[in-house]
């Protein structure tokens, strides 16, 4: 079994544990960038109606009230329209090369006063990232395919720009990584 780089289930936990209070429980849930395996899938799994996960790296299943597809986030989500109660994207964003229309997929499937989720690094955290990844600290290639990274302002204009109406961003981890709670 190979193991996770050292940082990567400490940064994992630290997002979790930032995005669990905005849940909208007990509805349906979408995971863009769900990764394997789905740590905070099979966490929020036993609070929701239906989860669904997404992702590149995964194959098409479904295990209990989860359904994982894969799905090029580069592209039209395969999903309904209005299906999601809330949508998160941990860490996913930084790696699209048109955030913009993630964030308008990510709309499109939310229902009306539907919540996304988004956490990102900050334009601060790239050195340290990029000495964590030379070290081993973190996976090289996934700091490499970093296309972004996003101030407060860049992520507040995008889901503005997109049609939320309440956003709220701030900073967390002393500065390094950016939420965002926005609501349809």
Known sequence: MMYP?????????????KVLPHMKWGGVHVDVGCD?????LNEVAPKMERC????IVIKNKK??????MKQDLQKRIALKDKIADTVTMMAVLEHMKYPE???????????????????????KNEPLLELFSKIGL?????IEQ???YFTPESLQTICKKVGFSSIQVELFEFGLNTFVKAVK
């Open 5 to 17: 780089p050292f940082f990567e289930p400490l940064f994992q936990r630290l997002r979790i544990q």
């Open 138 to 142: 973190v996976r090289h290639e996934m």
């Open 101 to 123: 229309d993630i964030v308008k997929e990510c709309y499109r499937i939310l229902k009306k006063d539907g919540v996304l989720l988004i956490t990102v690094p900050s334009p």
């Open 36 to 40: 394997e395996p789905s740590v905070f």
């Open 146 to 148: 970093h296309e972004n």
């Open 63 to 68: 295990i209990g009230n989860i359904t994982y």
């Open 52 to 55: 669904i996960g997404l992702d």
